[in-house]
Structure formats: structure tokens, C-alpha cells
């Protein structure tokens, strides 16, 4: 089956307490992507990646780091999480020449506290 | 000014009704834009997507795109209690820049039996 996962699914940690959440793609796409969806600001994209090593911000980067060392593989790292961070994550993947057609994982509610 | 505004509902209507989802934009590079519906503890699966301007048809949904007026819309004919979800509008640039998707924060629609 066609599909994007994500471990862990629900989260609880403390402030500065380095955590990856990882994600993985079966459907050989070139791009994969992270967000954030927040209530009231809805989804908004934290980094994406073109292909492997290649990755860039998007709007709301600060706090995190990705790394795109496999072609499936997009894990999103939280150095020091803080609280301001307690969100839905999503990561999502396409093919390069689609990337408005992005298939989503189901989605990660961390919670720092 | 938000770069997509969309109202986040909640929109209500009975069976069968149609429905129609809005957003405007500010950004006139915009070329893409996409429908995603996102079920309750789901990650947003793609609608449909037009490329420029121009109406696009699929089953009971008629996305509609006016570059002129910034603005989109999503109908849903014979609306069924199965559409209940939130609808995302999503919008992205051309070339480089259709790898950042910018969404509005999504229409909350319920479908009354």
C-alpha cells in the first residue's frame, strides 16, 4: 500500500529534551515536506526537500532541523523543543514534477511541556 | 493582509445542498491551486488542483479560479454526510517556487442527514 508514515503518532516531552520524529514514504517521490498545523494559523510548511540533500526553509523553520540522507526518509530533529512547539505535525510527499499533488502522512500531536 | 484568507466556518447545510467553499489571495505569482480535504485526526488528502485560471470539474465538485479577483472556489453538488470534513485551500507558484504551498486555514463543513 501506497503510503506516508509517521512515528511516533502522540508525543509528550520536556523543554530541551532533543527529539526526531521520523518519517517515511514507499512511493519513490522525489520531494517531501513538514508541517505544522496549529489551530487558528491552520497548516504551515516547516522545511521541504527537493531530493536527496537537498532541502530548504519554508515559512516557519526556526527551532527545527531535516536532514534528506535517503530517498525515503525525511525525519524532522527538535534540538531543544519548547513549548511554542506543542503542535500537529504532518509530513507530506510528492513527485517533483506534481508537488501540488502531496500525499500526507497522519500526523504526529506533539506536546511539550 | 494574509496571504490566503479563508473562513474557517464552521459552514452547516442539510443533505443535498450545494456548497460552496471560497478563498482570496494576495499573491498575484500564484499559479496553483489545490483543494485538500481533511478528515477529524487525518492528514489532508489532495481534492483537485487547476492550473492558472478556469473551471475544473470532477463528480459533484467544481473548483472555479478568478486571477483577475485573487479569488477561488470549491462547489459541492448533492452535498452527503460523508462530506463532512474541513476543506483546505492550498495555493503555490510556478517553477522553483511550487514547492512552497501556502494553505488557508480551512472551511469546517458539516452535512446534516
Known amino acids: 500500500e501506497a503510503q506516508v508514515t509517521q512515528n511516533p503518532r502522540y508525543l509528550i516531552t520536556v523543554t530541551g529534551k532533543k527529539l526526531t520524529v521520523t518519517c517515511s514514504q514507499n512511493?519513490?517521490?522525489?520531494?517531501m515536506s513538514w508541517y505544522r498545523q496549529d489551530p487558528g494559523l491552520g497548516l504551515r510548511q516547516i522545511y521541504y526537500?527537493?531530493?536527496?540533500?537537498?532541502?530548504d526553509k519554508g515559512d516557519v523553520p526556526e527551532g527545527y532541523k531535516v536532514s534528506r540522507k535517503e530517498k525515503r526518509n525525511f525525519p524532522l530533529i527538535l534540538e531543544s523543543p519548547s513549548p511554542n512547539q506543542t503542535s500537529l505535525y504532518f509530513c507530506?510527499?510528492?513527485?517533483?514534477?506534481?508537488?501540488?499533488?502531496?500525499?500526507f502522512g497522519p500526523g504526529t500531536r506533539l506536546t511539550v511541556t | 493582509q494574509k496571504e490566503v484568507e479563508q473562513d474557517p466556518g464552521p459552514l452547516s447545510v442539510p443533505e443535498g445542498a450545494i456548497v460552496s467553499l471560497n478563498c482570496t489571495y494576495s499573491?498575484?505569482?500564484?499559479?496553483?491551486f489545490m483543494w485538500y480535504r481533511q478528515y477529524s485526526r487525518k492528514g489532508p488528502e489532495l481534492l483537485m488542483y487547476?492550473?492558472?485560471?478556469g473551471n475544473k470539474e470532477d463528480g459533484r465538485f467544481t473548483a472555479q479560479v478568478d486571477k483577475s479577483s485573487k479569488y477561488i472556489s470549491l462547489f459541492i453538488r448533492d452535498s452527503q454526510p460523508s462530506d463532512s470534513a474541513t476543506y483546505l485551500c492550498?495555493?503555490?507558484?510556478?517553477?522553483?517556487?511550487?514547492?512552497?504551498?501556502?494553505f488557508g486555514k480551512g472551511t469546517k463543513l458539516s452535512v446534516i442527514p
Open positions: 507530506a510527499s510528492s513527485l517533483s514534477l506534481q508537488p501540488y499533488e502531496q500525499y
Open positions: 512511493m519513490n517521490h522525489e520531494y
Open positions: 526537500s527537493m531530493n536527496v540533500e537537498v532541502t
Open positions: 499573491n498575484s505569482a500564484f499559479q496553483y
Open positions: 487547476t492550473y492558472s485560471s
Open positions: 492550498a495555493m503555490s507558484a510556478s517553477g522553483a517556487g511550487s514547492y512552497q504551498l501556502t
